[in-house]
């Protein structure tokens, strides 16, 4: 006979070791943290460059005193992003420890660095917890093609946030994979033009993009301009929160169709 009121409890430490042992909220962190462990820069980082360009140059037409830097890595392209802008309060989010530690160890005035982890849904509370009560813009600089489709999700919300805050958003993206693309360096995953806006679609988002290196560049690095989609946006109206859809694709599935090009 069940006992009317009685209710199991999983102690938190025990749940705790759960989510680490099956690693859902932990997708690639070890990857990260041993990349900027190494301080792997060299040709690794450089193919962020053009990406972290763009996005400063973009700073130009933004004019809100709050700056998000999702995806901040070592902070190189956040105090960036700050020296354009003085005086803006400058935010780096990222979820690898050995990166945000790398990031502190160069303080620089009006910028603060702190974790998030965009595969947990208190990530989306991350105003809060700043202290952020108006208007945001938000950068991220190779970050979408560098995440779990899942995980993609809550960046997606993220922009949608700023965006109806009263800020603007801007990210970047490779179009074509590495050579040598493996399902376990994120660092070669890549997104096509159309996937972008199909998601983007999926959070009444309209996406407008700009190349940014010669066509002949081995991955394409792609600049994204993102707005808030309207009854005026070509291809229909404003899709409702209400129906939002989430992504279907399988990152490992991306990888299966990657075959070929990869080999």
């Avoid at 160069?106 to 849904?121: G, T, Y």
Wanted: proline residues 5%; hydrophobic residues 40%.
């Amino acid at each position: 006979t069940p006992i009317p009121g009685f209710q199991l409890v999983t102690p938190l430490e025990t749940r705790r070791r759960f989510d680490n042992w099956f690693g859902g909220y932990n997708f690639q962190r070890e990857f990260w943290d041993d990349w900027f462990d190494a301080d792997q820069r060299g040709d690794d980082a450089t193919q962020w460059e053009p990406g972290r360009g763009w996005l400063v140059n973009q700073l130009s037409g933004m004019s809100v005193d709050t700056l998000v830097d999702l995806g901040s890595g070592n902070g190189d392209g956040t105090r960036a992003a700050a020296l354009r802008r003085p005086g803006v309060r400058t935010i780096g989010l990222d979820y690898s420890d050995v990166a945000l530690e790398r990031a502190r160890a160069i303080p620089q005035a009006d910028v603060s660095f702190a974790h998030l982890n965009l595969a947990r849904l208190q990530s989306l509370s991350f105003a809060r917890t700043h202290g952020i009560d108006g208007p945001f813009d938000v950068i991220a600089n190779h970050l979408f093609d560098q995440l779990g489709h899942r995980t993609r999700a809550q960046a997606w919300r993220v922009l949608r946030m700023a965006l109806r805050s009263g800020g603007q958003a801007r990210f970047t993206f490779h179009a074509e994979p590495a050579p040598n693309v493996s399902v376990d360096d994120p660092t070669g995953w890549h997104l096509t033009e159309a996937q972008v806006e199909a998601e983007a679609r999926a959070y009444g988002l309209d996406v407008s993009f700009e190349t940014l290196a010669p066509a002949t560049a081995l991955r394409r690095p792609i600049g994204a301009v993102v707005r808030l989609r309207t009854s005026s946006s070509p291809g229909g109206d404003h899709i409702s929160p209400s129906k939002e859809h989430i992504m279907t694709h399988d990152t490992n599935g991306l990888f299966r169709r990657l075959g070929s090009r990869a080999r």
